[in-house]
């Protein structure tokens, strides 16, 4: 089966300009996360969702930051202005979102993110 | 908060050798699931082993195997006949109730290099 798409791979913008990433999940995945790997660090979850809806957006730097996810299928994250501190991987993952038959809850597969370079 | 802690940044092996790496980590739940992932240079996120807090049977997969040890909150990877495609940074992680929620906690990572 297809894994996570992302795109674009790498990004470079200058800082206070606004960029967008895209995520085309699994199919049939009901949760989708992003998550923002800093170098060095382990990444740290944006924001989560379930179907169409939130779950999780503690993280979220919202005065700059947003992320919609529309039919609860592809999902895009934007950044508008970007700081210089926002270089990071921007990585999506996408779930079930439910355990299997088995009781087991079930894996999250990532994508090759998309590497974000502010100057 | 959970917390996930990984005290080794970096660690290297020679091929066909063993390798164990570090993981600690911090919660108040009693039931929780633990990971091992590996992100090549490609950057991609692979699953490597899962543990089920529940299980005291220590998780194998292959050339992979954990050290579980639920009252010192420690979880540990073991690499068995390290190979060169094994190079990567390892990162532990937590998952934590409700599981319909599937957040992932991650540690800092380790940094393996599998030197010929």
């Known amino acids: 089966e297809a894994g996570v798409a992302q795109s674009p791979r790498y990004k470079i913008i200058e800082k206070r300009q606004s960029v967008a990433f895209w995520c085309n999940p699994i199919?049939?995945?009901?949760?989708l996360y992003w998550y923002q790997q800093i170098l060095g660090q382990g990444p740290k979850l944006l924001i989560q969702?379930?179907?169409?809806?939130?779950?999780?957006d503690s993280q979220l730097p919202k005065d700059r930051f947003s992320a919609e996810r529309l039919k609860g299928v592809d999902s895009t994250l934007k950044i508008q202005p970007a700081k210089l501190e926002d270089s990071a991987v921007y990585l999506c993952?996408?779930?079930?979102?439910?355990?299997?038959?088995?009781?087991?809850?079930?894996?999250?597969?990532f994508g090759q993110g998309t590497r974000l370079t502010v100057v | 908060a959970q917390t996930v802690t990984q005290s080794q940044p970096e660690m290297s092996v020679q091929e066909a050798e063993t390798v164990t790496l570090s993981c600690t980590y911090d919660?108040?739940?009693?039931?929780?699931?633990l990971f091992w992932y590996k992100q090549p240079p490609s950057r991609q996120m692979i699953l490597v082993i899962r543990?089920?807090?529940?299980?005291?049977q220590n998780a194998t997969e292959n050339r992979f195997s954990v050290n579980f040890q639920k009252a010192a909150k420690s979880f540990s990877l073991k690499i068995s006949d390290s190979q060169l495609g094994d190079t990567a940074m390892y990162f532990c992680?937590?998952?934590?109730?409700?599981?319909?929620?599937?957040?992932?906690?991650f540690g800092t990572g380790t940094r393996l290099q599998v030197f010929p």
């Open positions: 969702f379930q179907n169409n809806g939130v779950v999780d």
């Open positions: 919660t108040s739940e009693n039931n929780y699931y």
């Open positions: 199919s049939g995945h009901a949760t």
């Open positions: 992680a937590f998952m934590k109730p409700p599981f319909n929620t599937d957040k992932l906690i």
């Open positions: 993952a996408s779930s079930l979102g439910r355990q299997n038959r088995l009781g087991k809850n079930t894996e999250a597969f």
């Open positions: 543990q089920e807090a529940y299980k005291q």
